[in-house]
């Protein structure tokens, strides 16, 4: 077994190799594991068991009566039992994610990206697939409410009637209303007639966490509002400068596509992209980048203005003086690669930095030629763009009494606006405010109105996507709680009328898709689940050449260390707080669940004698937080980073006080970033749970990875593909090459077993194939198999146990320096061993393997041994310690798949190659007389990787997507020396650095 | 001294044998069998919301099983009909029956018949009505013969073995796909013909594997 010459860790703990690392590891369910909660001994439970025994009869031996209940009248083309799939769109932000949603008998189940729609191209993203849990969430709020009290929405109605008739005397200037941002024609139309009817009314549009500063940067440079596109698939030179792209961007599930086809293109023989990130904190983005610099997000705009004067640009002025703690020759060799690539870069400037960088970036850009082909702009149409001065101005005509009647369309203001508004207190000065809230929320708490806001697939509405694709909003399902839409109250505010939101949206699309021939063109919108040709025209703004000198007035914030407050890549702003499954989802990157630790470099921990778990308090613009530390190798030093979206007190019983809310120290004026801030340590401690410590690699391959360079040159380049033999071992990986210092190809071993082998003749054979160098780790995947297989929620103590029940994870890998690490990611499902170790150990035979390669876990025989999860060398077995399920509230038991077993206490389960798609896919194809083809049975993990990272299919289907994969030099499989002959299989991540660059951290 | 064990203490020997070698296997045969889906389930026949007889309806009546159960060759299920279906014929057929009031409730007032169930495998076992359907297995297999009850009674224990039973030798239990719902038809008893009957239809390969049937 040859050596692996680049060490992998997980963790600091690991890394130091900390006794109680160690012992965590040993034992793979830790010390206290099976033990019962809160004091309830084995002997207790015995004893207990046998009394209630020796008391219970026989009686009720019968099974118990059920009753079937059909419809009334079946609703046109329906029948029980089969799914039906609607198109709608999930409107976020001023993005629109196009979805293809799958409804049992009238309950939408599972999201799946739209393929035809450019914003999800057939996929989708962590917020996405969870997004179906926020409409059965049991908190939501059931009707209207009144300081309290109950009410109908015919009141509500009628109390507006009043209001109306006071505002309309004074053409509504005591009247304002918040919302957020939003990018729809049907409430761009509302919100344009409600200012007709009342010119002064005041209108502040808010998002906590939102890209004002890019489009302020942007209008300065064009000279009106647009807005960006970014063209990953185009790009070839990616710089990201404190931003995160390929995680916490809206678009994020195209830019993911865009740059992995990009980096599959560089092993196909094609030009391989590279990204190069420059970042204070440790993104996503930065996490997938060959070259990384660390720099503090107040630096950024000197960096720029030092690459704008390497890069020539017009009015950059003498090359600045160099940056502390910045190799030149970084910029140097970054430079002249953007240079190398004009029209094939791509400069991304985040959305918490100043807009004077987003101006020069954008001049930057079109020096470079990159204008028009790997950045696109068009003007914003139908939408409203975020802007906190419009939320500060009305906060102060609220203070002064101006306002009489304030509706809140959309947001929690109360929660998230920033702490120096006070934006409670104003709002306590407001005689009637209406709240439209999911839940009670911290708005609602305080209004004298309250609605029960619809979810997206209860509602009628539509979105632009970005670039100007629209679609229409459609309802899978009645409102399920008479929820109202923005759409609804808007249009009853306008009109006076309570019209349906149906009626509403089609008034908009009569003029969009003509009155001639409209219901069958709308037939058509609504099936295909977009309008073809919808996209906006592009505009080529100005040069901007006054753009960079501008920088330099861009003054870096005081000292003191920099806070930056980053939005929650799984709760974004604390909206899906009460979403158990984003909860429990570990961060992509910090991979801690249930909360939100303020996040620190090693050197900034070990300068204030902090390790994981200790209380800082943070002093920052005369506020203060306490809250725990967590380290993150790859942080800037100086930095500390705190998430928003958490510390919630009217969430729900899942969010609510879970984790810090870091809103109450974040100030209008720096939303994004900030110095100024102090860390002190505390003496307390608070205990945070995280899923990184969850396995190591123990000095063994499990990540392989190699450079570009090594690829073509290695001898593995010179090896035809061949095809993999049918269920046997990955393709035979070529000798290690000279120089491979990166233990890539290994030599093959031999392979033999005392088992008898299973023959797989017959059949499909599933496979599959995950890239490493594909894969991003936005945890999309892990979603996507919670929802699809009825994963359960369990809870922060018991993740902290080890018993999270995730089928999939995703595994983050530190490698290289301590401050300045690389890291892959790599999703581990169960391998479907062909001969795997836990079938061979269960003694009741629940779990057993099958003719077409997988390997069965049969949930009603497993008396919970747990055998098999200690055989299994990839611990990717989950036990069902509790009953999880017990006490799901009625509502939620909507959201499960009804064709997944919903597991009980004492049983364990695992990743089954979604076996309810390959049945129906095979009985599909059966009974329609053709055998099973490639692409017919997607896995949930696949259809929703953005990344396009997985491959599933037949393996003994030489033209199948898979086995092609499987035949790819860089196949390999996960500790193949044991021989378990795993039916998953990797492909190794390539790297592609700069080697003008090498040896240069 | 007087004895200490009374002569009839001599019988307990052989008592006590015969009771341990006897009362293993009749515990063993009356759990095997009074524990069994073929005590528990086979004859269950609940009592309906509304006396609904198959025997008048498809057995007199010649009503076609695809007529109300329609989704039996489509889908998983084959799914108890809505009130709609009812109605079709009682709308003006008996119209003022009393035995009919709670369907003539449920069209009006859009609650739906909440029936019994009969025939339920467990959660963890998935059938699907429409394999069998396009295999050639007849409603009759595993439902017996409804067009005779009055009230319908499980006939088939529906247990795991029972169905393997099938899935491991379909031949016997398969017939043209055309005759599914004829509960009538019977197998020509020449083995060619039967042969003859049954290659005409697609080839079967009843899943064995847990798979198959566990999610």
Known sequence: ?1001 | MAQIFAPWWNKLPIVAALVAGLGPVVATAGVWYYFSPWYTDVGYRPVQPVPYSHKLHVGELGLDCRYCHASVERSAVANIPPTQTCMNCHQLVKRDSALLAPIRDSAQSGRPMRWIRVHKLPDYAYFTHRSHIAAGVGCVTCHGRIDEMETVTQMAPLSMSWCLDCHRDPGPNRRPVSEVTNMKWTPPRDAQARAALLSHERPVNPPTECSGCHR
Not at chain 1, 98 to 108: A, F, K, M, N
Not at chain 1, 874 to 900: E, G, H, S
Request: with cysteine; aromatic share 6%.
């Open chain 1, 1 to 1001: 077994m040859p050596p692996v010459s680049r060490t992998y860790w997980r963790s600091l703990a690991q890394l130091e190799d900390r006794p109680e690392f160690r012992d965590a590891l040993e034992r793979e369910f830790p010390e206290g594991a099976s033990e019962l909660p809160d004091g309830v001994s084995r002997r207790d439970m015995i004893m207990l068991l046998g009394a209630s025994l020796s008391l219970a009869g026989l009686a009720g031996c019968r099974r118990p009566v059920e009753e079937i209940v059909p419809y009334v009248a079946y609703p046109e083309d329906t029948l029980p039992g089969i799914p039906r799939y609607y198109a709608t769109t999930m409107p976020f932000r001023r993005s629109a994610y196009g979805l293809i949603v799958e409804s049992h008998e009238g309950r939408p189940t599972k999201i799946e990206g739209n393929p035809a729609h450019p914003s999800t191209l057939g996929a989708s993203s962590l917020r996405v697939q969870a997004s179906v849990l926020g409409l059965y969430d049991p908190d939501r709020s059931q009707s209207v409410r009144q300081q309290g009290t109950a009410k109908s929405w015919k009141d509500f109605v009628t109390a507006w009637g009043q209001l109306a008739a006071a505002h309309a005397a004074d053409g509504g200037a005591g009247l304002a209303v918040i919302s957020d941002s939003f990018s729809s024609p049907t409430l761009a139309r509302l919100t344009a007639a409600l200012r007709t009817r009342y010119p002064k009314m005041q209108w502040a549009t808010y998002d906590a966490v939102s890209d004002e500063q890019r489009l302020a940067g942007l209008k300065s440079a064009a000279g009106r509002d647009v807005d960006l596109m970014l063209r990953f698939d185009r790009a070839s030179v990616i710089l990201a400068l404190d931003a995160d792209p390929l995680l916490t961007d809206p678009e994020m599930i195209r830019h993911a596509r865009g740059f992995a086809d990009g980096r599959r293109a560089g092993v196909s023989g094609g030009e391989m992209n590279r990204l190069y990130a420059v970042e204070g904190v440790h993104s996503l983005t930065g996490a997938m980048a060959d070259h990384r610099l660390r720099l503090e997000s107040r630096q950024i705009a000197a960096f720029v203005a030092a690459l704008a004067a390497r890069l020539s640009a017009p009015a950059a002025g003498a090359a600045p003086a160099s940056i502390p703690g910045v190799d030149p020759r970084w910029i140097e060799a970054l430079a002249k690669d953007l240079l190398a690539n004009r029209g094939k870069g791509l400069i991304v400037a985040g959305e918490r930095q100043p807009a004077a960088v987003h101006a020069a970036v954008c001049a930057l850009n079109a020096h470079l030629g990159n204008t028009g082909k790997t950045v696109t702009y068009h003007e914003t149409k139908d939408a409203a763009l975020p802007s906190v001065s419009s939320l500060a101005s009305l906060v102060a005509a609220m203070k002064g009494g101006a306002i009489q009647t304030l509706v809140v369309l959309g947001g929690n203001p109360v929660f998230d606006a920033p702490a120096d508004l006070d934006f409670a207190a104003a709002m306590a000065k407001v005689p009637h405010a209406i709240a439209l809230g999911h839940t009670i929320d911290e708005t609602s708490v305080k209004a004298e109105w309250h609605i029960p806001r619809a979810h997206y697939l209860e509602s009628w509405g539509d979105a632009r996507a970005v670039g100007g694709t629209a679609s229409v909003v459609q309802p899978l399902i009645l409102p399920l709680f008479g929820g109202k839409t923005p759409v609804e109250v808007l249009g009853m505010m306008v009109a006076g009328e309570d019209d349906p939101g149906y009626d509403i949206v089609r008034d908009t699309w009569k003029p969009i898709l003509g009155e001639e021939d409209f219901d069958r063109k709308w037939n058509r919108v609504l099936h295909d689940g977009l309008l073809a040709g919808s996209e906006l025209p592009e505009v080529v703004p100005a040069a901007g050449t006054q753009a960079v000198a501008e920088l330099s007035r861009t003054v870096a914030s005081g000292g003191g260390a920099e806070i930056v407050f980053l939005q929650s890549p799984s709760l974004h702003d604390g909206r899906f707080a009460n979403d158990g499954w984003l909860q429990e989802l570990p961060d992509p990157l910090t991979k801690f669940v249930w909360d939100n630790p303020a996040l620190v470099s090693p050197k900034t921990a070990e300068s204030l004698h902090l390790a994981d778990e200790d209380v800082v308090r943070i002093d920052y613009a005369s506020r203060s937080l306490e809250l725990p530390v967590a380290i993150v190798p790859g942080m800037a030093d100086g930095v500390v980073a705190v998430t928003v979206g958490y510390g919630r007190s009217h969430a729900g019983r899942i969010g609510s006080g879970v984790g810090f809310n870091t809103f109450a120290i974040r100030t209008s004026t720096a939303p994004g970033f900030d110095g100024g801030a102090s860390l002190s340590k505390l003496s307390r401690a608070y205990a945070l749970s995280t899923t990184q410590d969850h396995g190591s690699m123990e000095e063994r391959p499990i990540v392989r990875e190699s450079t570009l360079a090594e690829l073509r040159s290695g001898p593995a380049a010179r090896t035809q593909g061949s095809e993999a033999a049918p269920g046997a071992e990955p393709a035979p990986a070529a000798k290690r090459g000279e120089g491979g210092a990166l233990g890539v190809f290994e030599e093959d071993a031999k392979h033999f077993s005392l088992w008898k082998e299973h023959s797989y003749d017959q059949g499909p054979q599933w496979g599959m194939t995950i890239d490493l160098n594909a894969c991003i780790g936005c945890t999309a995947c892990m979603v996507a198999c919670q929802s699809e297989n009825n994963v359960p929620v369990v809870g922060k103590i018991q993740v902290r146990k080890s018993r999270e029940m995730h089928w999939l994870r995703v595994d983050r890998y530190f490698s290289g320096d301590l401050s300045s690490p690389e890291t892959v990611f790599q999703p581990i499902p169960c391998m479907q061993c062909e001969d795997a170790p836990c079938e061979q150990v269960c003694p009741v035979a629940a779990t057993v393997h099958d003719g077409q390669g997988l390997n069965v876990m049969v949930y009603n025989r497993c008396i919970g041994t747990r055998y098999c999860s200690n055989n299994c060398p990839y611990k990717v077995r989950r036990f069902n310690f509790f009953n999880f399920t017990k006490d799901t509230p009625d509502v939620l038991k909507l959201a499960m798949n009804p064709d997944v077993t919903v597991r009980a206490r004492g049983v364990m389960e695992k990743c089954t190659y979604c076996v309810q798609r390959i049945n129906r896919g095979k009985i599909d194809a059966k009974l329609a007389g053709h055998p099973v083809r490639d692409g017919d049975v997607k896995t949930a993990c696949q259809q929703a990787c953005p990344a396009a990272a997985i491959e599933f299919g037949d393996i003994r289907d030489p033209s199948s997507r898979v086995a092609k994969a499987k035949a790819d030099p860089r196949n390999y499989a996960l500790l193949d020396e044991l021989n378990t002959k795993p039916r998953t299989t990797y492909l190794a991540k390539v790297r592609n650095p700069n080697p003008d660059l090498k040896g240069v951290i």
